[in-house]
Structure formats: structure tokens, C-alpha cells
């Protein structure tokens, strides 16, 4: 079974086409990318493949079911962090949100040791107490993540988790999402994500290009900025 099949997916939101036959298939614990210009479709995709947005024509299936029956195994960390920093909310109870469900009010002792145990896992712990206004950009979207993975979805997809953060902190979170062993799915405005170690990347400008992530043969010992990253890109035809 794939984890994600998406099969001659078309998508308007209104008169015009924002995404056009796209194809592609993800198997279980696979990394894939999505990359692509502003306004190409890529949060467009993400959205149809939470559930959030149902195709205009063709199909998408997680874990071969459609993406809302099988949304409790999808772990999402959005684009645009809406929560007021203003809230005195802390650590803990935005990590404890992942465990809410529909029709259910209060948190158990599980649900508890689970959010502690993630907390300790992406080594932000010590933060637990502490108001989400009073972290760095990098820690806040380490909760954010926390707060994704503690329901232990099979699947988890994030849209530009490393926007506005500072270079050493892109550097911890691609490092975190290259180490999960689950399905994932990260949307990407940085190509320097195409050094991990990713299976598939799927350039997305209303129509998709997908690379298997070896064929793009990055060598690993060599270093590579990011102008360099675009003529190697460009040899592959991305048209980025
Ligand atoms: N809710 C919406 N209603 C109408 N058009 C939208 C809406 N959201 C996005 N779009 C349009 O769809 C296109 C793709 O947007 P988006 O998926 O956000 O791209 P990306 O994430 O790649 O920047 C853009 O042209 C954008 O203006
Ligand atoms: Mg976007």
C-alpha cells in the first residue's frame, strides 16, 4: 500500500486552474519535497492532501482511503502559525493540542506522558513551561512540530517550516524532519532542502515535475550554495 497516491489531481478555485494533472505516487516513510515558485500551488496541494480542499477532478489517497477518512493519521504543521502571541499560552498545552479529537474535552494522563515524551525526544523539554512568546522562531516551530507529532501520526506534512528562521535553526529542524522515520511531506521555499536526503521532489508550478531524489545525484561530500544549487537544478531541466 502507498502511503500517498495522487492520481490526475486538477484544482480550481475558481475560474482558473491552480494545479493540472498531477501525478505521483509515495511510499511508506518516504521524504518528498515540494518546491516550486510563489503562488504555484504548492499550499494548495498540501491542502487537498490534508483534506481541507477536495480535487476539482481526479483522485487522492492516503494510505488508501481518502484524505479525511484518514485524517487522525496525518500530522500538520501549517504555513502560517495563527495563534496570538499575546495568549499566555505555554509550551505543553500547544503540544497537548495534538492530542484533541473531535468529541473529546480534556486531556488524560496518556495523553500527558505523550506530549512529555515528545517534548523530550526534539530536546525543547526544558522550554515546556515557558509562554510560546518567549521563544526564538526555531524553538516555536519545534513546538509547532512537537505539537504534530504526538498524536505518532503515520504521516506528517509541513508547509515552509524553516521560513524565517535563522540558519542554524533550518539547520536543527531539516535535521529533525531527516531523521523521522514516518511518511512526510515538506513544502519547501529553500531548494537547499534538496541536500537532504529526500526520495522525491515534486516541483510544482500549476503542473508538477517529479524527481526521484538520487537522480538529482547530488554528490554528498560536496559543498554546494544555494547559486550553485540553481545551475545543477537547471542541468535537470526544473525550470527553477
Ligand atoms: N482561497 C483562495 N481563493 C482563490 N485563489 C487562491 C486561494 N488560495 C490561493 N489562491 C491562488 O492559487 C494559486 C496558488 O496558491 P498557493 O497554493 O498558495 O501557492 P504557493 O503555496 O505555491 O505559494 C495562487 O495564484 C493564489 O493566488
Ligand atoms: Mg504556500
Redesign the pocket.
Known amino acids: 500500500m502507498n502511503a500517498v497516491e495522487v492520481k490526475h489531481l486538477y484544482f480550481k ?2 475560474n482558473e486552474w ?1 494545479l493540472e494533472d498531477i501525478n505521483f505516487t509515495l511510499k511508506d516513510k518516504e521524504f518528498m519535497t515540494i518546491i ?1 515558485p ?7 496541494l498540501l491542502r487537498i492532501l490534508l483534506g481541507f480542499l477536495k480535487p476539482t477532478k481526479g483522485e487522492v489517497k492516503i494510505y488508501d482511503k481518502s484524505p479525511k477518512e484518514n485524517r487522525t493519521l496525518i500530522g500538520y504543521v501549517p504555513q502560517h502559525t495563527n495563534f496570538s502571541l499575546d495568549i499566555p499560552i505555554t509550551v505543553f498545552d500547544i503540544v497537548l493540542q495534538g492530542r484533541l479529537q473531535k468529541g473529546k474535552f480534556f486531556y488524560s494522563k496518556k495523553d500527558k506522558e505523550k506530549a512529555i515524551k515528545i517534548l523530550k525526544e526534539l530536546k525543547i523539554e526544558k522550554f515546556k513551561d515557558r509562554k510560546i512568546k518567549d521563544l526564538s522562531g526555531g524553538q516555536r516551530q519545534k513546538v509547532l512540530i512537537a505539537r504534530a507529532l504526538v498524536s505518532e501520526p503515520k504521516i506528517v506534512m509541513m508547509d515552509e517550516p524553516t521560513s524565517a528562521i535563522d540558519p542554524k535553526g533550518q539547520k536543527e529542524i531539516l535535521d529533525l524532519i531527516e531523521n523521522l522515520d514516518i511518511t512526510r511531506i515538506v ?1 519547501s521555499h529553500d531548494i537547499k532542502i534538496l541536500l537532504r536526503k529526500v526520495d522525491k521532489i515534486a516541483y ?1 508550478h500549476k503542473k508538477a515535475v517529479i524527481h526521484e531524489g538520487p537522480k538529482l545525484n547530488i554528490p554528498k561530500d560536496k559543498h554546494f550554495c544555494e547559486v550553485e544549487l540553481i545551475d545543477f537544478l537547471k542541468e535537470d531541466e526544473c525550470g527553477i
Open positions: 478555485y475558481e491552480v516550486g510563489n503562488g504555484g500551488g504548492k499550499t494548495t513544502v510544482i
